[in-house]
């Protein structure tokens, strides 16, 4: 299995500032097409998870352009250009190469 | 807009079976995976499985020998059966639409409770 690890667990923000949440993969993500197998995901409290990033860098439809992704092989990360509260909850990255595997999840809330 | 709707018993005793159900609308079933996922009470996500359109499945290593999903095209249903369910399967249960170009998860329900409890 392809184990998925996460940092930091819990991230504090201040809205307008920047944030980023670190993913990391126990073997490479990239298939031999050129896509990472890396997708991301915001679920708010007590809302089900909703897809920002798939395959890596792309925005899924709808997704704020504050949000991105960028990485490959075997580290990634989603960056928040300028944080708006709406934009607390967990966030999870997830491999979709293999067997489908979910990090532990990263906390967003406000400071 | 795509819409799916998990259904089913909230509360399953311990060594039966748990069966959902999932319906879809606002869109076919064809060319999609469909895959259930779960969430114990303040946990994070585990992946259960998938179905493809044509059939072809994959489970969660952890899950294999309890697992079954199915797709009822005729209903655009799939449907989860996990059996000899235990305490450690009490968890939010989410089934999601999974698209093959992006491989990702792009359309979630709105998830359902399942308790396992004598």
């Known amino acids: 299995d392809i184990v998925m690890t996460q940092s930091p667990l819990s991230l504090p923000v201040t809205p307008g500032e920047p944030a980023s949440i670190s993913c990391r993969s126990s073997?490479?993500?990239?298939?031999?097409?050129?896509?990472?197998?890396l997708d991301w995901f915001l679920q708010k409290p007590g809302q089900s998870p909703l897809l920002l990033i798939y395959?890596?860098?792309n925005r899924a439809s709808g997704v704020p352009d504050r949000f991105s992704g960028s990485g490959s092989g075997t580290d990634f990360t989603l960056k928040i250009s300028r944080v708006e509260a709406e934009d607390v909850g967990v966030y999870y990255c997830?491999?979709?190469?293999?067997?489908?595997?979910f990090g532990p999840g990263t906390k967003v809330d406000i400071k | 807009q795509v819409l799916l709707h998990e259904s089913g018993p909230g509360l399953v005793k311990p060594s039966e079976t748990l069966s959902l159900t999932c319906t879809v609308s606002?869109?076919?079933?064809?060319?999609?995976?469909w895959s259930w996922i779960r969430q114990p009470p303040g946990k994070g996500l585990e992946y259960i499985g998938y179905?493809?359109?044509?059939?072809?499945?994959n489970y969660n290593p952890s899950l294999k020998s309890r697992v079954t999903i199915s797709i009822d095209t005729s209903k655009n249903q799939f449907s989860l059966k996990l059996r000899s369910v235990t305490a450690a399967d009490t968890a939010v249960y989410y089934c999601a639409r999974g698209d093959p170009e992006a491989a990702a998860l792009d359309y979630w329900g709105q998830g359902t409770l399942v308790t396992v409890s004598s």
């Open positions: 606002g869109g076919s079933i064809s060319s999609y995976y």
């Open positions: 179905m493809y359109y044509s059939g072809s499945t």
């Open positions: 395959l890596g860098s």
């Open positions: 997830m491999q979709t190469l293999q067997t489908f595997t």
């Open positions: 073997q490479s993500l990239l298939h031999n097409n050129g896509y990472n197998y």
